[in-house]
């Protein structure tokens, strides 16, 4: 039996009776009552066998990634590509191999395009399994044995140490200064250390301090812990089965792209059904009349649009990979550009991940030990003294000893060296509290190395969650008692304080106060104490602590990433709402949202994983319109939170690195990852990843993606203008009674061949300067917008009168031309007007004649190509007969300048015209940008300051 039919076979979660037993609440001996065991013998090995054959291996459930036929059907499901399909079948069916080979070439090169794009599959669920321990050491028969971690059951007693990963979910039963990494699952940046006792039931996951889960890791310490979850029973299978239930919604081009292929079709039906019922009432043939739809049902599809439209969102996906940002599927390329809501983790994407000493304090104040940007305490950076000002000045008083204090009971190593640009880097190794510690005292002047070697080590008493403290006594020209640990803990073993004079009576309420002051600021905050000893200890029992001088206090802190805050001001500006979700505590998550600016004060309303969990899903989304924090959440937390603002009719982009973030990340609009720190579950849930971790790179992935969006706006627009000039100028010829201008196959020749080079160039377009100064688009506003639309019309009507125009003069009998020379003056015009319109299409706003021609070098290259192929296909022999045309005479060339010039006039005037109604600015060939009303500069600086303080989305006129 295979391990999918294995697991197959064994019941589901569901499908076991009773609710999930609340281990973390139950005592030690409770929990080995139920799952009647001994801790120092462990399972027998028939009872083990029987528990395997009941709950199955503890491996999570696979899913096999898609297969390249999959990928390749998975191009061809558009609403686009189902009209270029009929079209191909009818093409078939009337005998017209060429049109169909034309048709057939598009379909199998937007597939070939889009499957080299898209063939890295999701494999989220599978991801996972890179997360179970191999092996695991564990007591059974009262033999300590390794076994393999899938054979774990429920009952068995798993022996932890420095370096393991947890196998299972464990009730801790013994722990040892037992701490666990468990950042992947809960987004705490620091370790949690373990205890034996019961907690609340009520508690998230990340506060279960009795329990080990699944895909930690143990970094210190030792223990033994029970089995009580295995499989899809853990906290990690919990969410496997969250990530396979959570379908992947539509992005907003999708949406787009069904509701304008929805318009498409009708404009097809309807411009073929008035063509044919036009011409049979006015007498023409029925059999003829069918073939002239079919030749229009070709004119209006815009054949090149599927290859432009995936050549815009590759080249994106280059451009961004570039800017740190890698897409995963094509379309996520666009949704950014659509996105007004950022969700991001805190921890590894807005911070460091790792603790910094930011603030010190003693009876000389506060002390900025490591820029932390913004200055907590209020005011700039340089209103603190710096700490390792005063250390570098030769003082020797109560900072000084604080740091030696903090070195010397202290178990970790920093090494430090100087990269190649001369800046400091450090490498940690231990707990991220004590490598803090060791960093701060680097940076101050006071080398860990120099501390140690002064003062040997007589005696040492580690950390203990009971005692909230760790000592050491050190031989410094006599025993000194050197301790740090929680401020409560170490004012109650203080009767003094150390002053730049000595040492005084203690002021508890300073102390706690400044304690506070720090803490509430989101700062993790230590205190060091001191005492000179009388005579030498005895190592195996040293004294307990008492009597002790406080020399100070420390405050640390996952500080900000460099740059994030100026991204988010960025995002702020362009109407982009950036909220924070993590599993950190409050405090810390809003003193990092003030100094970021995503909250406005620490007062600012935010919510819990608890509040959260007490709340109905419509609760949840009345508050997340003025929530910009959101801490201490659990998966199903983050999972809701970004489920009420996609009900809201928000676009949401999730940023996450954890296992705990993947539900979340599949769940939104666009799902970004965390390259360089993140697990591989989070990468393969997402739809972007990051390959510098930085928060920065998605203000940069944003720009990108409205680039990406305006150019298959801009193409598609050029495109839809050939079908309307085409649309007009078929059924004009059919109430006029003369002849069709163009053949199917030119139509074809039009759309794919000539328009084509130039339609994919123009995807190359660069953004325009003001990209991000633009609100997002509404997520209902379509591809091409009423105005575009009604340029549109315009200007294929006016392309049209020119085709017509050089038809007529061909017509005119006094010239005896061909019937071939008179499509061949058609055709011509249309090729040479659309050469000029896709200049045109370049901007929305900006006229013709003020942009560079060679700002796309793509584009200009593309126009002269496919003006050269065309004219060469009207001297060869071939597409001569296959496009039904001849060379144009030079009387024709004049006249088709003139088309030229008035289809680049028309289009300049008209967006001078409606710029004069406010829809828009206009920059004139001059430069100069019409205005609806006059802002002076002032304003317009003051009017977006005021949207970046606020978060709103406030733009100026010259911005909407």
């Known amino acids: 039996m295979s391990q999918t039919d294995e697991r197959s076979a064994r019941p589901t979660d569901s499908e076991r009776e009773g609710p999930r037993t609340c281990w973390h609440a139950l005592p030690v001996e409770q929990v080995t009552d139920d799952l009647g065991i001994e801790l120092d013998a462990g399972l027998a090995t028939d009872e083990a066998s029987r528990r395997f054959d009941e709950h199955g291996p503890n491996e999570l459930a696979t899913e096999e990634p898609r297969s390249n036929f999959d990928i390749v059907l998975h191009q061809f499901k558009s609403p686009l590509i189902y009209i270029l399909l009929i079209a191909f079948v009818v093409t078939i069916l009337i005998d017209e191999y060429t049109d169909a080979a034309v048709i057939a070439a598009v379909l199998v090169l937007n597939a070939v395009i889009g499957f080299f794009q898209e063939r890295k599959a999701d494999r989220s669920v599978h991801a996972l399994m890179s997360l179970a321990s191999p092996s695991s050491l564990v007591v059974r028969d009262g033999k300590r044995v390794e076994i393999d971690a899938r054979e774990l059951v429920p009952g068995d007693v798993v022996l932890l140490e420095s370096g393991t990963r947890v196998p299972a979910d464990l009730r801790v039963a013994r722990a040892n200064q037992l701490e666990i990494d468990e950042s992947l699952l809960t987004g705490e940046s620091e370790p949690t250390r373990k205890s034996t006792g019961p907690v609340d039931e009520e508690l998230l996951a990340a506060d279960r301090k009795s329990m080990a889960f699944m895909g930690s890791a143990v970094t210190s310490g030792r223990g033994r812990g029970v089995v009580v979850g295995t499989a899809g029973e853990t906290e990690l299978g919990q969410i496997a089965e969250s990530i396979k239930a959570e379908e992947q919604p539509p992005t907003p081009l999708q949406l787009r792209m069904n509701r304008f292929a929805n318009l498409i079709g009708v404009v097809v039906l309807g411009a073929t059904v008035v063509a044919f019922v036009l011409g049979v009432s006015l007498g023409e043939d029925v059999n003829e009349m069918f073939l002239t739809a079919v030749a229009l049902a070709v004119a209006v599809i815009p054949e090149g649009l599927p290859v432009a439209f995936t050549v815009a969102m590759a080249l994106g996906v280059h451009r961004m990979a570039q800017r740190n940002a890698i897409i995963r599927s094509l379309p996520a390329v666009e949704t950014l550009g659509s996105t007004n809501t950022i969700g991001s983790d805190k921890t590894g994407t807005l911070t460091q991940n790792r603790m ?474 249309l090729v040479f007007a659309m050469a000029v319109h896709v200049m045109n299409a370049r901007s929305e706003r900006q006229s013709l004649f003020r942009m560079n021609p060679f700002g796309n070098r793509f584009l200009a290259i593309a126009v002269v190509v496919a003006l050269l192929i065309h004219v060469a296909a009207s001297y060869w022999g071939p597409t001569q007969l296959l496009l039904q045309i001849e060379p144009v005479t030079a009387e024709g060339w004049a006249r088709i300048a003139v088309v030229m010039v008035a289809v680049a006039l028309v289009s300049d005037l008209h967006k001078w015209i409606r710029s004069r109604k406010g829809i828009g600015p206009w920059t004139s060939p001059s430069g100069t940008a019409a205005r609806q009303r006059p802002t002076g500069g002032d304003e317009r600086d003051a009017v977006r300051a005021t949207a970046a303080s606020t978060g709103s989305s406030v733009h100026s006129p010259t911005d909407s």
Request: hydrophobic share 40%.
């Open 356 to 829: 910094t000493v930011l603030r010190a304090w003693t009876t000389d104040g506060y002390f900025a030990v490591t820029s932390g940007g913004h200055d907590l305490m209020g005011g700039g950076e340089e209103d603190l003294p710096s700490a390792a000002e005063y250390a570098g000045d030769g003082h020797h008083g109560p900072l000084t000893e604080t740091f030696r204090t903090a070195v010397l009971t202290n178990e970790s190593d920093v090494d430090r060296h100087l990269d190649d640009e001369g800046e400091e880097v450090f490498k940690h190794r231990g707990d991220p509290t004590e490598t803090a510690l060791l960093e701060a005292a680097w940076r101050i002047g006071m080398p860990p190395d120099d501390c140690r070697e002064s003062a040997d080590i007589l005696a040492e008493v580690p950390f203990e969650s009971e005692r909230r403290y760790s000592y050491a006594i050190v031989d410094e020209r006599g025993p000194v008692l050197r301790l740090k640990g929680a401020p409560e803990r170490v004012i109650d073993l203080c009767t003094t304080i150390a002053t730049e004079d000595g040492s005084e009576p203690l002021d508890r309420d300073r102390v706690l106060d400044a304690a506070h002051e720090l803490a509430n600021r989101g700062l993790r905050v230590l205190a060091m104490a001191t005492r000179r000893l009388d005579e030498l200890p005895d190592a195996e029992n040293p004294p307990d602590p008492t009597e002790l001088t406080l020399t100070g206090l420390v405050g640390m802190q996952d500080p900000p990433r460099p740059g994030v805050k100026d991204s988010i001001a960025a995002c702020r500006s362009a109407g982009i709402r950036v909220i924070m979700i993590t599993g950190d505590h409050a405090a810390t998550a809003r003193a990092i949202a003030v100094d970021l600016g995503i909250a406005d004060s620490l007062e600012a309303p935010s919510l819990t994983g608890t509040d959260v969990e007490k709340m109905s899903d419509d609760e949840v989304r009345d508050r997340v319109r003025e929530v910009a924090v959101f801490a201490r959440v659990a998966p199903n937390h983050k999972l809701r939170v970004v489920r009420a603002l996609r009900s809201l009719g928000d676009v949401v982009a999730v940023t996450g690195d954890g296992v705990n973030d993947a539900p979340a990340l599949k769940a939104a609009d666009i799902g970004v990852a965390m390259g360089r720190d993140g697990t591989d579950v989070a990468r393969e849930a997402s739809d972007m990843v990051l390959t510098d971790d930085n928060f920065t790179s998605i203000a940069n992935a944003v720009e990108e993606g409205r680039v990406v969006f305006e150019n298959v706006r801009k193409v598609t627009y050029f495109l839809l203008s050939t079908g309307a000039a085409a649309i007009v100028a078929i059924l004009y010829s059919i109430a006029a009674g003369i002849p069709l201008p163009y053949v199917p196959a030119a139509l074809l020749w039009l759309n794919v061949v000539t328009n084509g080079l130039q339609d994919v160039a123009l995807a190359f377009e660069p953004g325009e300067p003001d990209v991000l100064d633009r609100p997002p688009r509404p997520a209902k506003e379509g591809i091409v917008t009423p105005l575009l639309w009604e340029r549109t019309l315009i200007l294929g009507t006016v392309m049209a009168i020119g085709s017509l125009w050089l038809f007529h003069w061909a017509m005119d009998s006094e010239l005896d031309l061909s019937d071939a020379q008179q499509r061949g003056a058609a055709l011509t015009t």
